[in-house]
Nanobody
Framework: QVQLVESGGGLVQPGGSLRLSCTGADSTFRFYAIGWFRQAPGKDREGLACISSSDGRTYYSNSMKGRLIISRDNSKNTVYLQMNGLQSEDTAMYSC?????????????????????WGKGTLVTISS
């Protein structure tokens, strides 16, 4: 399984933006669909967005829809998650994940059993 490392988290003021990165360890990364997730303290993990491997099709959950843009640069083995209009309720640990067979509609629909390789996450804190 490809190993994933997230980066780009940090402290942001309400209304601000962040771009998170999910980088794969090797060039096989391009063959994997990648999902972005978050988990706030005391809450269930939530699937936010997913991008396919074949055609780069994107999928978004309703929770942050309109405030997220997922994209990938296979030359850099990286998937990005641009987050805009961040609010305090967006404070969470954000992680990326993949698996040998990923159905992106499952990811944004709250079904995660296909995800077998997870990064350690990057913490996003929204506070003034």
């Amino acid at each position: 399984q490809v190993q994933l490392v997230e980066s780009g988290g940090g402290l942001v003021q309400p209304g601000g933006s962040l771009r998170l990165s999910c980088t794969g360890a090797d060039s096989t990364f391009r063959f994997y669909a990648i999902g972005w997730f978050r988990q706030a303290p005391g809450k269930d993990r939530e699937g936010l967005a997913c991008i396919s491997s074949s055609d780069g099709r994107t999928y978004y959950s309703n929770s942050m829809k309109g405030r997220l843009i997922i994209s990938r640069d296979n030359s850099k083995n990286t998937v990005y998650l641009q987050m805009n209009g961040l609010q305090s309720e967006d404070t969470a640990m954000y992680s990326c994940a993949t698996g040998p067979v990923v159905t992106c509609s499952n990811v944004v629909g709250g079904i995660f059993h296909e995800m077998q390789s997870w990064g350690k996450g990057t913490l996003v804190t929204i506070s003034s």
